[in-house]
Each structure stands twice: as C-alpha cells, then as structure tokens.
C-alpha cells in the first residue's frame, strides 16, 4: 500500500469532471492493475483542463503525478490573462512569463497576453516573446490592454510574418514593414483602439480568407485598402466613419453580417455617403443581417435613394437601427423606405434615443393615410422596441406594422425608464388595444439601461 502526502490546494471544474485537491490529500494504491482513470487521461484532455487554470496552477498540477509532470510545457495553448497581471508586481509577472515561454517545449498555437499591467518601459521585453511565438506555429493571437492610460503598444515586425489565423489587438499600434503584404490564412481580425499608422507602400491588407473583421475606436484608417472576397461579417462601431474606405468593400460578394455604429459627429457629405451605401447594399445580394445608427438611416432618405431601395434587400432577415429617434422625419422615411425594401424580414430591433427637450414630433402623415402601406411581412416573427416613449409616432408604428405582419408572434416593448408609472400604464392599455391576431408573446416592461 502506497500513501503519498501533497501540500496544494487546488479546485476547478471541466465539463463532465470535478477534481478537488486540498492540502492533506492522501493517495491509496491497492494494485498497479487497477486502472488510474485521472492519470489515464488522455494528453489532449488535460490540455484542455488546464485551459480552464492559472498559468501557474497548471505547472503545479505536475506534482499529483509523474505522467503529468511535463505536461503543462507542452500546452499549445497558453493564457496570461488580466487575473494573472494583477496579483503580482510588475517584474514578478516578466519573470515568470519569461520562465513559462522558456521551459515550453512544442508548438504554441494559441497565445493571449494582457499588457495592461506591464509598464510603457517593458514593451521590449513583450518583442521578444512576439519573437520567440513567431517561430512556435502560432496561429491565434490576443494582445489586450484594458487600461484606456496605457501607451500603446507597437506591434512588431515579427508578428507580420506569422501566418495567422486569429488575430485580436487592443490599444495597439498596426504599422506593417514595407515588405507585408497581408495575413493569407487570416480568418478572423478585431482590431479595437488600434492606431494605423499607414503609407502608400503599406495600405494594401490583403486577407484572402478573412471571415469576420471587426474595428472598434480605431483610428488612421484613411489610406487602409482592405481585399477580404470571403468576408462574412464586417463591423465598425465608434470608428470616424469620413476616413473608412467602404469601396473595396463591394467586392465582398458573400457578406452576411453589416454593423456600423458611428461617432457622434454628423459626416458632412451626406449624399455621397448616401450614395456608397447603396453600392455596398446593392453589391451584397447574401446580407442576412444588418445594424445601422441614426447617422446612416438619415442617409437612405436622400434623393431618390427610397428607389433605388426597391430591390435591394429581398433577403435580408435581421435588421436593427441603433439610436433611432422618431422625432426626426428623415429616420422616419428611412425605416419606411427600407421595410418596404425588406419583404423577407423576420426580425426587427429598434433602439430609440433619449427625447431631447424642445424636441417637435414628427408629422404624423408618414404613418397615416393611404401612403403608410409598407406592404406586407409575412415573415416577420419578432418586434423588439427598446426604450419606448409613447410618443404618437411610436403608436402610430407599432399599429402599421402589426396591420402588416399577420404572422407576427413576439412583440417585446421596454418602455424608457424615464417614462413616469401612469404614463407606462397608459402606454401599455394603448398597445393592448391595437389588433395582434397571430401574437402568441406580448412583453411590456421599463427598460433596465
């Protein structure tokens, strides 16, 4: 009979397995025949354990067995997260994470670093890890940096040469050596403070077999010229939209999925930007899904734009306007105009702004008389109205699009927390008036935001 004494603490779960190990553990061995199902396991298994572990928590699982001793150093996938930074000074993080990448043996694929911690100073110290990654097989990358005070982070050359298949950067610096050409194996960025810093020979970011690019707060965007022909999913949220070259754009014939949340500026050019995104919407006969801010539903109001409208979005499904205001009648005749764009819709989100004083409702004839028909929406299941005012418009809205889908079944309105009880009352008896003959899920309640 074998006993054997540990002084760790250890407690994590993973899917389908909970293991405690505490400080007095003992170990009983009956007979070497008996099977160790813990020890047994498979190395891809424990791999996949540790992911769910500290760094160094997965080094000391070494001790509960001789198989597992140099397991940790063969995990293709390593994780400094923001928790590991924080419980330790600056250079005991550096050291440590010196000590992991070196006595690592094999492949490391995946590789997510928080910096946030990790003073301006050192930046050189993260260069030599890009370094010594870049030479691993890695093809996931993740650079965070949650602190908004934190200088940015350079990336450099070596990380350009890597052939990537993920790619997350955070508060980053993006400027290529004059010899990049792109990441060819690329299949998802997200890019979210990253500064361009771009010239005539860098610009060209060629992604062939980019899925899902995303951009957040990104800036210097002016001369980027991006060639994606498999893009799926496109997003720019708080980005200055004026510098974005949507035109390269139109050759992503299979996009699915269009997002754009603006800055809180008004672009000036409104009729040209207007202009680009019918091109775009007309140059993706697959979109599926798309989101637009205030700012680019006034731009569908433009000229003749409600025209050329008429057979662009037979099949989109999702659509979503964020910070949408009924007071403004050109967002009014832009969500009349794209519904009666989108026969095939089966859901519709609307994301009302807060009523600014002094502001004027809308004339009430968009949604009244014999020119309100939007047609029919035979596909529509589900109406999501956030932050509602109870305003005539938003009745006279949600009247005309009950009228038009006759097999609307959920109907979800939050009403505006800043709407008084009687008045969300009110709100909620008028609703209830109105003719729902397919609804099988009527929800009204204050919005929490």
């Not at 697959?286 to 006034?298: A, G, P, S, T, V």
Request: charged residues 20%.
């Amino acid at each position: 009979m074998f006993y054997a004494t540990f002084t760790y603490v250890c407690w994590f779960k993973w899917p389908g397995l909970t293991i405690v190990m505490t400080d007095t553990y003992k170990g009983v061995e009956d007979g070497r025949d008996k099977l160790d199902r813990l020890t047994d396991l498979p190395i891809n298994v424990i791999h996949q354990i540790q992911e769910y572990m500290a760094v160094e928590d997965a080094t000391r699982m070494s001790v509960l067995s001789s198989k597992w001793r140099h397991v940790w150093a063969s995990n293709p996938k390593l994780i400094i997260s923001v928790d590991f930074c924080i419980t330790r000074k600056q250079l005991g993080t550096l050291d440590i994470i010196n000590r992991v990448l070196l006595q690592h043996y094999g492949p490391i694929k995946t590789f997510l670093l928080d910096i946030s911690m990790i003073h301006p100073s050192e930046h050189s110290v993260i260069d030599l890890w890009m370094l010594h990654l870049s030479r691993n097989g890695l093809v996931e990358l993740t650079l965070r940096c949650l602190e908004y005070l934190n200088t940015p982070y350079k990336l450099p050359s070596s990380v350009y040469g890597v052939e990537l298949e993920h790619l997350s950067l955070s508060n980053c610096i993006f400027r290529p050596p004059c010899s990049f050409r792109g990441f060819h194996k690329l299949k998802s960025l997200t890019l979210s403070r990253v500064a361009f810093q771009l010239d005539v020979a860098t610009s060209f970011l060629c992604v062939p077999n980019l899925k899902n690019l995303m951009f957040v707060k990104c800036i210097g965007l002016t001369h980027l010229n991006i060639y994606a022909p498999e893009l799926l999913t496109l997003k720019v949220v708080r980005c200055d939209i004026e510098t974005i070259k949507l035109g390269p754009f139109m050759d992503c014939r299979k996009l699915q999925c269009f997002a754009v949340i603006s800055r809180d500026e008004v672009p000036q050019n409104g009729q040209h930007e207007a202009i680009n995104l019918i091109k775009l919407l007309s140059s993706w006969p697959e979109l599926r899904k798309l989101l637009l801010d205030r700012y680019f539903i006034k731009f569908l109001s433009s000229g003749n734009v409600a025209g050329l409208l008429s057979t662009r979005l037979n099949d989109l499904h999702d659509l979503a306007f964020c910070d949408y205001d009924f007071n403004d009648e050109d967002q009014v005749c832009s969500l009349l105009c794209v519904l009666r764009s989108s026969p095939n819709l089966k859901s519709l989100v609307l994301v009302l702004s807060h009523i600014k004083k002094g502001s004027g409702e809308v004339d009430v004839n968009h949604l009244e008389g014999q020119g309100c028909s939007i047609g029919e929406f035979n596909n529509l299941q589900a109406l999501r109205i956030c932050f509602f005012h109870g305003s005539r418009v938003e009745l006279l809205f949600v009247r005309l699009l009950l009228a038009s889908a006759p097999f609307l079944r959920e109907m979800i309105i939050e009403v505006d927390k800043k709407v008084s009880e009687s008045h969300a009352t009110k709100i909620s008896e008028k609703l209830m008036q109105f003719p729902r003959p397919a609804l099988t899920q009527v929800i009204y309640h204050r919005s929490s935001l």
